[in-house]
């Protein structure tokens, strides 16, 4: 293979990971799959190819949609909740070309994961990186009917928690500050008036750590459960040793070496000046970046 024609796939990794990352929820994943996109680019002969960037999305596409039938199998025999790999990025930083965060919003991968297989495809090729529905139909191998009526139905269902506006730096970092303060209280009553009445909790541990298996539901039940937390931890003498504000795919949150130097990192859903949701992600499988955050801000 020339250099000429690696240089071509390059051009385009980024493009292929951010497609199938929004495709997978997992960075790992999606790495695998552009890299099995590089082999069939390879065997395809791609000096005869008109179209790189439209050939390769077409691989990483079925490729995707391959392994996401086995996701339900695999999800059914997951410990506990199931969510997307976060991608983090500071607060307030200057924008730059999303490279690390691949320009993902956590909250779309949530509503992401409502859809089937087919729909997450055509959504993402049509409404998030601007393919022709005669491209998408090419990629997933259906008429351009059935693509729009994809489309429509993912539409509905992505938009059905209504819209989302960004936090300015300075209160996203004073909600991450006053809820981890709240949190690692053994006063309940600190943190309900941080969240709305039927506020939900979700953590993923992936059987790997400790974690809720199930969400908790509501402001008082999710109160009493980090202040329980709370009295554990300093009765058996466990600290947390780091914390550092971050926006996880444009949500609010933080990085944070909890009691036993365990990595997590915590995200928050906030409508109308209260926390709606708490995403927890403790499974270490889906904390590369986390750890690396850490390392990269330790202090000296």
Known sequence: MTDT????????????????YRML???SDAEDVVQDAWLRWHAAGPESVAQPRAWLARAVTRLCLDLMKSAPRRRESYVGAWLPEPLIEEIGGVAGDGEDGLDVPYALMLALERLSPLERAAFLLHDVFDLPFSEVADSL????AACRQLVSRARRHVREDGP???LAP????????AFFE???ST?????????AADAVLRADGGGKVSSVLNPILGAEKIGRFFAGLARKLEQQGLATL?????????????????GGETAQVTAFDIRDGQIRAIYVIRNPDKLRQAQLWLSAHSET
């Not at 006063?187 to 969240?195: E, F, N, S």
């Not at 780091?242 to 909890?258: A, D, F, M, N, T």
């Open 182 to 184: 709240a949190v690692h």
């Open 25 to 27: 929820g997992s960075l």
């Open 164 to 166: 989302r506006h960004p």
């Open 242 to 258: 780091r914390y550092e504000p971050v926006l996880i795919g444009g949500l609010p949150g933080y990085v944070s070496l909890e």
């Open 141 to 144: 191998g259906r008429n351009e």
């Open 5 to 20: 024609t690696a240089a071509g796939f390059e051009a385009n990794r980024r493009y292929l990971t951010r497609l199938a």
């Open 170 to 177: 300075d209160e996203a970092k004073r909600i991450a500050a």
């Open 187 to 195: 006063d309940p009553t600190r943190l309900k008036g941080l969240l």
